[in-house]
């Protein structure tokens, strides 16, 4: 958990590397169905554009068939869930399909965030990112990869993320508190993923030795 821009995407990127997960971003399920223009698509693409969230009962049906979906599969090892629950209800439901282990919550200052998401741009069939400041594309405005243009995603636009952002404040702090009742929260605070990062991994590494050790017990 985290807001918009915290760097959830890249957290979860070497949580899955590292620990051998498998990845459940709740905002690339919208925006798949939106770039799919399913009816579930058309029927949230106005109300992600303008940065509100999506319903809890429209969102929960879809995000649930996701979840199952992994976790039957005889391949997958765990699942890191990113972006979902946002609020009780979702975070009630979600026990209904699996209990989560842990949960971490990443605390980034609001305007680092904004500086950092204004300067973001994106190759949209791949879903590649570039930041203008740290991770630039090789030539202005093209992916390195297929020449083809960038764009700057629509909830990427400062007004957008503002109203995001302001949205995201009104809704987690009961989800926070939530999961610090069940003991299974972790927060992690700063301003750079390469900072927080090596703190979520040391922290997953001892977290996974425990609940290992647990299990033999039983």
Same mark, same amino acid.
């Given at each position: 958990?985290?807001?918009?821009?915290?760097?959830?995407?890249?957290?979860?990127?070497?949580?899955?590397?590292?620990?051998?997960?498998?990845?459940?971003?709740?905002?690339?399920?919208?925006?798949?169905?939106?770039? !799919?223009?399913?009816?579930?698509?058309?029927?949230?693409?106005?109300?992600? $554009?303008?940065?509100?969230?999506?319903? %809890?009962?429209?969102?929960?049906?879809?995000?649930? #068939?996701?979840?199952? %979906?992994?976790? #039957?599969?005889?391949?997958?090892?765990?699942?890191?869930?990113?972006?979902?629950?946002?609020?009780?209800? !979702?975070?009630?439901?979600?026990? #209904?399909?699996?209990?989560?282990?842990?949960?971490?919550?990443?605390?980034?200052?609001?305007?680092?965030?904004?500086?950092?998401?204004? $300067?973001?741009?994106?190759?949209?069939? $791949?879903?590649?990112?570039?930041?203008?400041?740290?991770?630039?594309?090789? #030539?202005?405005?093209?992916?390195?990869?297929?020449?083809?243009?960038?764009?700057?995603?629509?909830?990427?636009?400062?007004?957008?993320?503002?109203?995001?952002?302001?949205?995201?404040?009104?809704?987690?702090?009961?989800?926070?508190?939530?999961?610090? %009742?069940?003991? +299974?929260? !972790?927060?992690?605070?700063?301003?750079? %993923?390469?900072?927080?990062?090596?703190? +979520?991994?040391?922290?997953?590494?001892?977290?996974?030795? !425990?609940?290992?050790?647990?299990?033999?017990?039983?």
């Amino acid at each position: 958990m985290g807001p918009p821009g915290s760097g959830k995407g890249t957290i979860s990127e070497r949580i899955v590397r590292d620990f051998q997960l498998t990845h459940l971003a709740a905002g690339d399920v919208l925006r798949k169905h939106i770039a !799919q223009k399913t009816e579930f698509g058309t029927q949230i693409q106005a109300i992600v $554009s303008s940065g509100r969230l999506v319903p %809890s009962d429209v969102l929960i049906p879809v995000i649930h #068939s996701d979840i199952k %979906s992994t976790l #039957s599969s005889p391949t997958t090892t765990g699942l890191l869930l990113d972006g979902f629950p946002r609020s009780i209800e !979702q975070a009630e439901s979600l026990e #209904s399909v699996s209990n989560p282990d842990v949960a971490i919550q990443l605390d980034v200052p609001f305007q680092t965030i904004v500086d950092r998401i204004k $300067s973001r741009w994106v190759h949209a069939p $791949s879903g590649r990112v570039y930041n203008l400041e740290f991770n630039p594309p090789k #030539s202005p405005g093209k992916d390195d990869v297929t020449g083809e243009p960038l764009m700057q995603r629509e909830d990427d636009k400062p007004a957008v993320v503002m109203e995001r952002l302001r949205v995201y404040e009104g809704v987690m702090n009961p989800i926070l508190d939530y999961y610090k %009742s069940k003991n +299974v929260l !972790q927060i992690f605070s700063g301003t750079e %993923s390469n900072v927080i990062y090596p703190e +979520v991994n040391k922290f997953l590494q001892q977290f996974i030795q !425990q609940l290992s050790a647990a299990k033999m017990k039983n």
